[in-house]
């Protein structure tokens, strides 16, 4: 069946490190794959998205890449931050019959950033 | 700045009740979801809608229903309500760009907890 899901229920990360953030899909029809940030107290914000004929698309410190071939999506945060800590969602964007678009989320990672 | 606002960011209600839980979005934008998010579950999808006075079913509609009579309100309804609809409640917001993936607006959820 259909599913977007994580690698990791939490990640701990050292300030200034790199930060690599790992989903994984099982459907090979999504049009698109995005990253969404959800800090305490807060509902999930947009970070990054990719199409899916893409393998690679950087942002202001974030890069998300996509493996098509496992089925694989990473999201990539360089000099991790404090204000990084949050849970981090994948999420894959398919149309459906009717002309719809519909999302699906994985069931997110934790970021803990270490000061 | 845009915004989605929930009426309420903490409720306690008992079983059996009727519950209102009212989103606005000042985005003009045509669609509309509600989400639960639950530990361990990651968000899913409840209802949607995409336009004024239409709605779809999610992957978990039982148990609620939806309304929409003006394209910023989108209301979500809890006939009797239950203890295991105790959860965190999400609204979100977007716009069908052509090629885009349809980035969603959440707003800060509302806890609701069912005694």
């Known amino acids: 069946g259909e599913s977007v899901g994580l690698h990791l229920p939490t990640l701990s990360v050292q300030e200034g490190d790199n930060s690599i953030i790992n989903c994984a899909y099982s459907?090979?029809?999504?049009?698109?794959f995005i990253w969404y940030k959800q800090e305490s107290g807060k509902g999930p914000q947009f970070i990054i998205d990719?199409?899916?004929?893409?393998d690679k698309r950087q942002g202001q410190r974030v890069t998300v890449l996509l493996n098509k071939t496992v089925k694989h999506l990473s999201l990539q945060i360089a000099a991790t931050q404090p204000g990084d800590s949050a849970v981090y969602f994948c999420?894959?964007?398919?149309?459906?019959?009717?002309?719809?678009?519909?999302?699906?989320f994985g069931t997110g990672t934790k970021l803990q950033v270490i000061p | 700045d845009v915004k989605v606002t929930q009426s309420s960011r903490y409720l306690v209600k008992r079983t059996g009740e009727k519950v209102f839980l009212e989103c606005v979005q000042d985005?003009?934008?045509?669609?509309m979801f509600w989400y639960r998010q639950d530990p361990g579950l990651g968000l899913r999808l409840i209802y949607f809608?995409?336009?004024?006075?239409?709605?779809e079913k999610g992957d978990i509609p039982e148990g609620y229903s939806v309304s929409r009579e003006k394209k910023e309100r989108f209301s979500l309804i809890l006939e009797s309500a239950s203890t295991n609809q105790t959860s965190m409640y999400l609204c979100?917001?977007?716009?069908?760009?052509?090629?885009?993936?349809?980035?969603?607006?959440f707003g800060p959820g509302t806890r609701l907890t069912v005694l």
């Open positions: 990719i199409r899916s004929n893409m």
């Open positions: 979100a917001s977007s716009s069908p760009l052509a090629g885009g993936s349809n980035e969603q607006f």
């Open positions: 809608s995409y336009d004024v006075k239409m709605k």
């Open positions: 459907n090979s029809a999504s049009d698109y």
């Open positions: 999420a894959e964007n398919r149309e459906r019959s009717g002309g719809y678009q519909k999302v699906t």
């Open positions: 985005m003009d934008h045509e669609n």
